[in-house]
Structure formats: C-alpha cells, structure tokens
C-alpha cells in the first residue's frame, strides 16, 4: 500500500486545571514530561499515580491509552480509550477516543496480517467502525476520512489474501489426497508382495529348482514395478515441497518433505530387494520388502497425523469463535444493566402504583358498600322504632279506651232507677 495511515495517534496530554487535585496535576505534568522524552514506563507509572488521586478522570484514562498505543500495547490501548470515552464527556473529546480505538484496532489488523488474516480482517473492520463513529462525533476530525480510506483499501486486500489462501488449501488438501491414495496402493501391493514372497520360499527348491527360479523372476518383474513408482512418487514429493516458498506454505512444505523422504527410504530397500530378486535370493529379498512396506506405512501415519492435526484446529477455531460470540453478547448484556434495572424499577412502581389504586379502589368500595350498609341499617332500625313507637302509641289508647268504659259505667250505677211504667 502507498498510503500510511495518517496521524496515527490524536494526543491529548494538557492538564485540565481545575478537573484535578493539585497532586493530580502535578503527577500528570510529569508524567506529559515523560511521555515526550519517550519514557513511557516512568510516564504510565505517574498516570497510574494520577489516576489513584482522580479515578474518574477521562482525561488520565486517554493519556494511559496513548502509553499503551506508544508502546504497541493495543489492546490495553483500546481498553483505556474506551474508559476515557465514557461517562459525560463532550462529543470532541469522545471523538478523538474513537479516532485512536480505530487507531489501534488498524495496527492490530497490520500485526496479524500475514500470521492470520481472518483475524486482521476482523481487526481492520473494527478499526472503520471506530473511524465512523468518530466522524459522525466530530465531522470536522482531522484525517479520519483519510484512514477510512485506507482501512477499506487494506480489507479489500486482506479479503483477497483470503481467498488466495484457501485455494492455496483446497489445492493442498487434493494434493494430500491424491499422494496418500498412491501410498496406500504401494503399501498394500508391498506388504502382498512380501506374503507372496514368503509363501515361494516355503517351497523346497530341491525337489523343483525351476519353479524356484520361475517365481524369483516373476517376483522380481513385479518388484522392480513397485520400486519404480515408489521413486517417481518420492520425487514428486521433493519437487512440491521445493514449490512451497511462502512462509504461509511452510507446514504444507514439512509434510511433503517428511513423505518424499519416507518415500525415498522405501525406495532405497525395494532396490536392494531387486538386486536379490535379480540373483534369485527370495529369502533374502523378503526383509527388504518388509521393511519398503513399513517405509510406506509410516508415510501414511504422517498423512493420517497431519489430517487430526488440521481437524483439531478446525475445531479449536470454531470454539474460539463460539467462545468469543458468548463472550460478546455477555459483555453487551452487562452494558445494560441499568435499562435492566430501570425497567425493573419502572415495573415495580407501576406495580406498586397498580396496586395502590387498586387497594384505593377497593377501600372505597368497601367504603360505599359499608355506607350503604349503614343507611339500610338506619332505615331498618327506623322501621324497628317506628313499629315500637306505633305499638306503645295503641297500647295507651286501648287503655284510654278501657278506663272510659270503665268511668261510663260507674256513671251508670250512681243514677235512680227509672220508673218503667211511664
């Protein structure tokens, strides 16, 4: 890339007055002394100090970050400018947090970039997402449009070191297919030639010398085709690994070179059991192809290793990955406990409100009801009383009414009888 990333680090190092405590700042004016004569050991230790006075500072917190980023330290970098960017900071200043996050999030993804390019593009994507949110803090930030472009510019071209790469390993793992298929064939066809050797020599050729001689030959013709294509098979295998030139190539390059060697110690003892074969010595030519079929056997156990090898890592990398998505959505649920907290706040006093107006409600029924009660009671005691009025108002009338016939007929007996003859 013709372009550098520019300004590669917005530095903020002024003492905010009055932010501080007069050791706080005292502390921090030396550790800025240290910081620009590059001692940064000396001026993290005085921030360090500084931050024990004013935990709280945002601004202590950046100048840690720029340490940290001086020093190649990105992650803890990042870590710091992301603690400065917090809190009620004014969006000038969060800016130029975001600018450096995308700063260092950028030199990580150059660091991984021909170790592990799928992580050096998970960097550079990070690094352009802290580049737009520092735009849109503050348009006017110098230079992040710049590295915006050149973050885009290096994704685009880890993206295509990506793709190189995995038919780079399509390409490898055809290769590694097609040499353990061929090194399979010529074991199994050793070991048999061998057996086969075995079960001729167990003739005694005393009784037929010619069927000896006759099966020496045919085992040596089908011997020396073996050896034949165990060579040609080995020199391929040092001419790939001579092709392998990339340092990304270099397990690719061992594998082969560790088969064309096995493949050439298998060779060298089908040669020598040619040699044999060619004076007819079946005896003597059986360890030597014993020994070419181990060769060969061992050549597939270095294929068969590489293979568990790369599915380890396969599998380590996609728990690593699952690992890390947990470990994402955990951190996001715990940026939030607040809303949690408030939600359930907000919940418990609209519940605790509910049933206020419900208890209210309820009072007041039970007050309308014990109302209405007591008026029904009024009205029926009114009843009783007028009843016992009314009963008591006949009880002195009838006893009126008996003292009047009563006084009629004491009347009646005080007057002289009247004559009837009138």
């Known amino acids: 890339m013709n372009k550098r990333l520019r300004s590669c680090l917005v530095i903020l190092l002024s003492v905010c007055g009055c932010a501080f405590a007069e050791s706080a700042r005292e502390l921090v004016r030396r550790g800025n002394e240290a910081f620009a004569g590059e001692k940064y050991e000396e001026a993290l230790e005085l921030y360090e100090k500084g931050s024990v006075e004013e935990p709280n500072s945002p601004r202590i917190e950046f100048n840690r970050g720029a340490v940290h980023y001086r020093r190649e330290e990105y992650e803890k970098a990042r870590e710091a400018f992301g603690e400065a960017a917090t809190g009620?900071?004014?969006a000038v200043f969060e800016a130029r947090c975001r600018y450096n996050i995308g700063n260092a999030w950028f030199k990580e993804g150059v660091r991984q970039a021909d170790s592990d390019p799928k992580k050096a593009l998970e960097a550079v994507e990070k690094s352009i997402?802290?580049?737009?949110?520092a735009a849109r803090l503050d348009p006017e930030l110098p230079h992040v449009g710049a590295n915006l472009e050149i973050a885009r510019l290096k994704m685009k071209s880890l993206l295509d070191e990506i793709s190189k790469r995995q038919k780079q390993k399509q390409k490898q793992q055809k290769q590694q297919e097609d040499a353990g298929k061929k090194i399979q064939e010529l074991a199994r066809r050793q070991r048999q030639a061998a057996q086969e050797n075995q079960r001729m020599s167990q003739r005694n050729p005393r009784k037929n010398p010619q069927k000896q001689a006759a099966d020496a030959q045919k085992m040596g013709q089908k011997q020396k085709k073996i050896t034949e294509e165990t060579k040609q098979l080995a020199d391929r295998m040092e001419q790939a690994a001579q092709q392998q030139q990339s340092p990304q190539q270099q397990e690719q390059k061992d594998l082969l070179e560790k088969l064309g060697q096995?493949?050439?110690e298998a060779a060298g003892r089908q040669k020598q059991a040619d040699e044999k074969l060619d004076r007819k010595k079946l005896d003597e030519a059986r360890p030597d192809q014993e020994a070419a079929a181990?060769?060969?056997?061992?050549?597939l156990k270095e294929l068969a290793d590489k293979k568990k090898q790369e599915q380890k890592e396969g599998d380590k990398q996609k728990k690593?990955?699952?690992?890390?998505k947990k470990g994402e959505e955990k951190k996001q649920g715990e940026k939030k406990p607040d809303d949690k907290q408030q939600g359930d706040k907000q919940q418990g006093e609209k519940q605790q409100d509910d049933k206020q107006q419900d208890d209210k409600q309820q009072g007041e029924k039970k007050q309308e009801a014990a109302q209405e009660k007591g008026e029904?009671?009024?009205k029926k005691e009114g009843k009783k009383k007028k009843a016992r009025l009314s009963k008591k108002a006949r009880d002195l009338i009838n006893q009126e009414k008996k003292r009047k016939r009563e006084r009629q007929a004491e009347q009646m007996g005080n007057m002289p009888t009247v004559d009837k003859d009138w």
Do not use: I, M, N, S
């Not at 997402?129 to 949110?133: K, L, W």
């Not at 181990?294 to 050549?299: N, S, T």
């Open 88 to 90: 009620t900071v004014p």
């Open 129 to 133: 997402g802290a580049y737009e949110h």
């Open 262 to 264: 096995k493949l050439q």
């Open 294 to 299: 181990k060769h060969l056997e061992d050549a």
């Open 320 to 324: 690593d990955q699952q690992d890390k």
């Open 376 to 378: 029904k009671d009024e």
